[in-house]
Each structure stands twice: as C-alpha cells, then as structure tokens.
C-alpha cells in the first residue's frame, strides 16, 4: 500500500478539533465513478465541505485525510456515516471512502451499469479492495481492534442497518457483483493482521458456491463480453470452481438451468457461464415463458401485455432491473404484473417544480432516513411557490427526491418530489 498524509486543515471536521475514541471503521464506497482520490480529497479539503473522511483508497495510492494514526484508540471525528435511529458511527469510527472506475455510469440509486468491457471496472474494484485490505489491517494494528468482533469493521450498509448510519447501499452496490463481501473483507483484514497478503493473481479470492442449487430453466445465452480475455466457462457455479473453456464475443450455448444465486448458467455441455447481463444476454425459450408465467418471478418485457417480448424472468427482484438497465425499452413487472422499474421517468434537469403545500420539510439528503433543517427548533419549509430542482435522486420515503438549486453548493436540502405536494413544470 502506498499511503501518504494530507490532513484536510480546512474541513471543520478537522479545524473543530473533536476527538473520538476508536471503536470499529466503516467503509465506504464514492458512489459515483471517480477514480482519482485526489480530486474529491482536494475538494473536501474547505471550510464549506459537509463530508470528511480519514482517508481515500485509490487504486494506485491511499489519501489519509484526517489525523487516526498518531495515538492508540483515538482519531479525529470524521463526517462519514450521518445518522440512523441508533446515533452516528461518526462517534465511534474511523471511515475510508473508495474511488470508483470511470468505466461505470449509475442508473438511479446505487444502481449501475459497465460502459466499457468490464476489465478496467474489475481491475479497479480489485485494487482498490486489496488497499482497503492493507489500510484496515493496519488500523486495526494501531488501534488494537479484532477485525472479526462484532460491529467493529462495517460498509456503509451495514452500518445502517444497525441504526447508526445514513441509508446507502455502499459498498456491496459495487462488490456484489465481483463476489467480493463484507465478510471475506474482514476475514483478508484479518489474515493482512497476521502477515498473510491478498493475492489477485487470478480471479478474486470469494466464498466457493460450487455446491447451489441449479433450478431448472431454457434457453439461449450469447456472449457480449467484449474483452481480449474472454468469458471463462467453469466447472461449477463459482469464481472459485476451475476453468474449463473460455468463450468469445458471439458465441452461444444452450442454457439448461440457472444457480439459485442467480449468478450462473448451466450450459448443455454442464459447464456454467456468469449470468451478468454486462457479459450475457439470455432469451428464453416459449416453453421457458410459459413455466414463468405462475407466481414468484419479476419479469423483464417491453408492456406487461406482451410476454414475447420478455427477455428474462428471475426470482430476485435486482436482477430484473439489472437486466432492465441493460437494454433501453424494457420495464420490469412484478409478480403480479405491476410495473416497477422504471417507476418515473427522469426529468430533464434543471426543472421548475411547484410545491403545493405549506409545509413540506426540506432534508439534508434525499429521504426521510436524512435529517430536516431546523431554525429555533422548528422545521423549515420550502413554502407554496415555485423552485428549481438541480439534481433528483431516489431514497425512501418518497418516489423520488429534488435538490433544491439553493443548497446546490453542499448538497444537503432535499424534497420529496411525491405527486401529492409537488408537480414539474412543463
Ligand atoms: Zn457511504
């Protein structure tokens, strides 16, 4: 790891001087594809700046930003995690941001899709991981911390998830997809703590699903991976399982079922080919639509009254609307035939909104998991009348969410853009 120090002097998260004692680390992903560390950690370096981090992973250097290495079992408070029902992490832990390849575009939420051939993405995801690896090692190291003890090494999900952080799905929106998870991460950590090394050599080291569950499923896939290494065709449903044969772009194989996961073909010939809609696309056969058709499947299709058009039907609903993002046209339906991806469409940006109520609150992130800006206690609201929309995210606790031109510079003032208070100008 190659690790250098540039303290954001200029952060109020530095210049307020609070200290907290070091209890865990929580790890985050950009969420936008960002590759250089230095950009953001040279933009947060200002007294406006409502983010700070103690470091940032790139691929080929790690950024620490805030002081966390000078004394055992304390560390500069950082602004990482916000807030959930349980307190702030930003109390308890250190926090590291990873840039993300350029070679990704988000497709609303922490959804997205590969623009290139999916070797740059790859090869960015893995070194920014095994720096992540190396830079938690030796915080825990400093810190006298047990990578493996409850609570202490989170993503941002995680985090979340125990009421002590803002609703994000990073960082397993962009490791999932690499067979890269929490818990192999804390178990590297650990083995990094021990002397051991994250090899990369090959395929990334992940949790052997070899033995899953193959349901029954028809049809064709063909190869759209474009990458010079083609696509490996292995023995069983896992990056772990051997290499058998390796397909071009092109070729196509009949499909004989698919791994409980959803992330595997089996191929007539018994081999199994990644299920990515990046790398394959998969039609299925009539017969397949038809068993299809009961209950259970979110389907893929042009209108929910034309089942020709249907180019995938799976149990999860994410993969549906990873399929959908891959090809333009497409909606995914429910189970039960109701439309759910895209819900809205997109506005063209900046757009003017007419607010219709009094009092809609103004949060300082998109979704009610976010704080509401207060003046005396109070809740402020936008107030009838007319506003510009800048950026639209989604999140919950509304269809969709606005930020409003005024807090465009830190982006912290966020309204629900729900049909029952607002409507978009034409
Ligand atoms: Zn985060």
């Known amino acids: 790891m190659n690790k250098r120090n540039r303290y954001q002097t200029k952060n109020r998260a530095y210049t307020s001087g609070r200290m907290i004692a070091v209890k865990g680390a929580v790890l985050h992903s950009y969420g936008c594809p960002q590759p250089d560390p230095k950009i953001l950690a040279e933009r947060w370096d200002s007294a406006g700046a409502s983010a700070c981090v103690h470091a940032h992973i790139g691929r080929d250097e790690v950024i620490v930003t805030l002081p966390c290495e000078e004394n055992t079992g304390k560390a500069a408070r950082g602004w990482h995690s916000g807030s959930g029902s349980k307190g702030s992490a930003n109390n308890t832990h250190l926090s590291a941001e990873m840039t993300e390849p350029a070679t990704i575009k988000y497709a609303g939420g922490s959804s997205w899709i590969e623009l290139g051939d999916g070797s740059n993405t790859k090869a960015h995801v893995l070194a920014t991981y095994k720096n992540a690896v190396d830079l938690y090692a030796a915080w825990c190291c400093r810190h006298g911390l047990d990578p493996l003890a409850d609570g202490v090494i989170l993503s941002h999900r995680e985090a979340h998830a125990r009421g002590i952080a803002s609703n994000h799905g990073d960082v397993e929106h962009i490791w999932l997809r690499f067979g890269l998870s929490m818990d192999q991460f804390r178990r590297d950590v650990k083995a990094a703590m021990q002397g051991g090394s994250v090899d990369f050599g090959g395929d990334v080291a992940v949790t052997d699903t070899s033995g899953q569950q ?205 049909d029952d208070y607002v409507s978009i100008k034409a």
């Open 214 to 418: 193959i349901n029954p499923m028809e049809g064709i896939v063909t190869i759209i991976y474009t990458g010079e290494d083609g696509l490996n065709l292995r023995k069983a449903p896992a990056y772990t399982a051997a290499v058998a044969a390796v397909a071009k772009e092109g070729d196509k194989y009949a499909v004989t079922g698919i791994s409980a996961d959803e992330r595997w073909y089996r191929l007539d010939s018994g081999l199994y080919v990644s299920a990515v809609p990046s790398y394959v696309s998969f039609k299925a056969t009539e017969a397949q639509k038809e068993s299809t058709a009961g209950t259970g499947y979110y389907r893929v299709r042009t209108a929910w009254d034309k089942p020709a058009s249907q180019i995938g039907a799976f149990k999860a609903q994410e993969n549906a609307v990873e399929l959908c993002h891959q090809n333009s046209g497409y909606r995914v339906y429910d189970p039960d035939g109701k439309e759910i991806y895209p819900c809205t469409d997109t506005p063209a940006l900046p757009v003017l909104v007419s607010v219709r109520i009094d009092d809609l609150r103004i949060r300082k992130g998109p979704g009610t998991t976010y704080d509401y800006h207060k003046k005396a206690g109070k809740p402020v609201h936008t107030g009838k009348g007319q506003f510009t929309i800048v950026r639209v995210s989604d999140g919950p606790g509304a269809k969709q969410w606005g930020l409003l031109k005024a807090y465009q510079e830190n982006e912290d003032g966020w309204i629900s853009l729900d």
